[in-house]
């Protein structure tokens, strides 16, 4: 994989690399319980990626892809913490940018930063974070870096579960939101690889559309 794989083959391309490390692990009819308490036929744990390092280039090349194609003008790429830091390291490495990360609120001790590396006011940023659920957690980090008096750009993930909560909430604070990879492109590699049987698709998309439903 390279940085001019063309963005309509990232999807199927990324899904089929978590697949293969069980970063995203599939159980229709024996859901996951999440820490919220909800059960979900899909578990998600992204940071199995940092140990696999082709899978993590990969992964890199993705975002390289993503930004030299929507973002071209990008000066410098943040990592939300925890999950998007490394990804951020990488991709930065590659492009040759400068490279931030943010956390989730800021410390409490020393210079009590939030956002962690050098800016300028109205420096042109894009986020990189591992994995959207509802989007809270992305979105607060990315208004971080915006009230700091920087530009964002967007906001680009690994993988999401494509709740219409997250496309919402995005919309609503007027910052773009690119993945690369998403649920759908995920269950049709499953299907097509024979992690998953056909006839449990049906119950797979029926949760995404209602999530928070105790049975899936």
Request: glycine share 8%; net charge negative.
């Amino acid at each position: 994989m390279n940085a001019s794989l063309p963005l309509d083959q990232l999807p199927k391309e990324i899904a089929q690399a978590l697949l293969s490390i069980n970063a995203v692990a599939l159980r229709p009819r024996e859901p996951f319980t999440w820490t919220s308490g909800m059960k979900s036929p899909i578990y998600c744990d992204n940071r199995l990626t940092m140990s696999y390092p082709d899978i993590r280039d990969r992964i890199a090349e993705g975002f390289a892809t993503v930004i030299q194609n929507r973002y071209p003008d990008c000066e410098a790429v943040a990592g939300i913490a925890t999950g998007g830091i490394p990804h951020a390291a990488w991709v930065a490495q590659k492009l040759g940018l400068p490279m931030l990360y943010v956390r989730d609120k800021a410390k409490g001790h020393g210079k009590t930063n939030q956002i962690e590396g050098h800016f300028s006011a109205g420096q042109k940023v894009v986020l990189i974070e591992d994995l959207i659920s509802t989007g809270g957690s992305s979105l607060k980090a990315a208004v971080a870096v915006r009230e700091a008096g920087c530009t964002v750009q967007g906001v680009v993930a690994i993988f999401t579960y494509q709740f219409p909560q997250a496309t919402d909430a995005f919309a609503a604070e007027r910052i773009p939101l690119d993945t690369l990879s998403n649920y759908g492109a995920l269950i049709e590699v499953a299907v097509q690889t024979g992690a998953i049987a056909q006839e449990d698709v049906a119950l797979l998309q029926s949760w995404r559309e209602n999530p928070s439903s105790n049975g899936v």
